[in-house]
């Protein structure tokens, strides 16, 4: 039961070039395709553990580009805030199966923990259905000059129905 | 007038994945669109100049994967071939505009001279139609050896149907 | 009380190239510097963070190839061993503080616990004393075809000599 | 008949960790050692192109700073100047020889012509004196606001020092 909702973040001609978002309520969760490109492996002849994390990231402001706030609005302030950034305080990433050249995989973004200026965001990277790495990433939204500041009230409703319920 | 073609070459989830091929005759071209993430962008503010590069290989690689040839099964062998890759020999890029965070960018790939174990790509990235970047890059066929192979004769006749006619 | 080990494993002409051993006993440890330059950083003005896990990965290979294991020799199996690599299973890392273009950074790499086949690298990044993240890494040897290796006498053997106590 | 220069740029940790400027007169040109870690190879089992692409970068960006010129003074302006960098233009490069996992290159550069506001550098990437790949890049000094700027007669002299001089 997976319903996919419509956005104007993405261009017209490239429908899915920022992902989807997908489920109900508790399953609502963030999905783009990633393609392994020669950039992303090694010479070990699989994807290199740090093409990861950068996958990731293109998960993150995806989910956040689809929930109506995208990167460059907010590094700049012209969202009509200080200019600001989500950085990464703290990831742990659990890689199980090598990726290869010319896979396509998934990642898939959900939200967990919501603090008052932070976000922990749970993250897989699948092929076919298949987990090939975990990862949690706690971001932190601070101002250019390094403060902390405190997630909006839109932000956190955005976040907030696409929540993962931990039992 | 476009023409897309259809391809099994892409997840059937994700359908532009691979990019499409477009045009007819002499117009045929390959387009993948490419958004800027932070991994893309530098301390300067904009795309750092080497992202470039690393999009037009995703403009070559889904290239020939669209005419039936992708890379893990040259590099593997598993094409009924020696173990090969298209290297680059040289390149040459022209850098007229900037690309920024957030953006969405058209990489679009043409096929110019082909020698026998050669052909040399037209390269540019576009955002909304204009051109930020030009390229082009001559790649070679190479075994796992360093030697150079003759292009077979169906992906010739492939290149030579997406060859742009210089008059 | 610093002690910094002779290696032929650094070209002549560049004897810094692949870092220092350093310290005595339980102090022993690894140190590389790092330069930041523009690849490094992001539209945010500071280093990416996916730049820690590139830099912490070439304090790890350097600590190999001083120990007398490089990652080539490995991969090849031209170190008389069937072809193999140290694959990262899992990682933790914590940002505490970012780098910027230009600085000077230092990569300490520690030895952690050691298992038959895997073994735990505390790894920290620094600027003029100052720790600005923090990396707990679990790397796995394993061959070619993905199966679990047991280290080797002599590489364990000069692990333990770089094993932190942790009493 | 070297000559190496004293500096301050680098850390004295860490004396040639911005590389070296070596020659006289029209030989005068700077050499920084590069080593190849598993982030710059890819499938192909050898460096990926677009990662020579970064390590000239390297050599341009110690130039500098040997010249007297850091990157983040330029582009926060505490240069006693206007926000600006120096931005590539147009790039050219020949790939002549793989450079593999483990090897040591040398990036050496030269200074070639001089404009109001930009500067040909003439780069290679050699391995035991051998090169792999000659590159040609010019670049150009911009404001953050994206305006062409004259170069420092100071920066001037210290380039036309360190210019090749072609009969």
Not at 27 to 33: E, G, L
Not at 135 to 151: E, F, T, Y
């Amino acid at each position: 039961m997976t319903k996919t909702e419509n956005t104007d973040a993405s261009s017209p001609a490239w429908p899915d070039l920022a992902g989807r978002l997908v489920g109900d309520n508790s399953t609502r969760h963030h999905i783009i395709p990633v393609r392994v490109y020669f950039e992303d492996t090694d010479a070990g002849g699989v994807a290199y553990h740090a093409s990861y994390v950068r996958w990731c990231e293109r998960g993150r402001t995806d989910l956040l580009r689809l929930l109506g706030t995208d990167a460059r609005r907010m590094i700049d302030g012209s969202d009509n805030h200080e200019p600001a950034a989500f950085v990464v305080r703290r990831m742990t990433f659990d890689f199980k199966r090598p990726a290869q050249m010319d896979d396509v995989l998934e990642i898939e973004t959900r939200v967990g923990e919501l603090g008052a200026a932070s976000v922990t965001l749970h993250q897989s990277v699948t092929r076919a259905g298949q987990v090939l790495c975990q990862a949690d990433v706690l971001v932190v939204l601070v101002s250019v000059s390094g403060k902390p500041l405190r997630i909006s009230e839109r932000v956190r409703a955005e976040f907030l129905t696409t929540q993962q319920i931990t039992p």
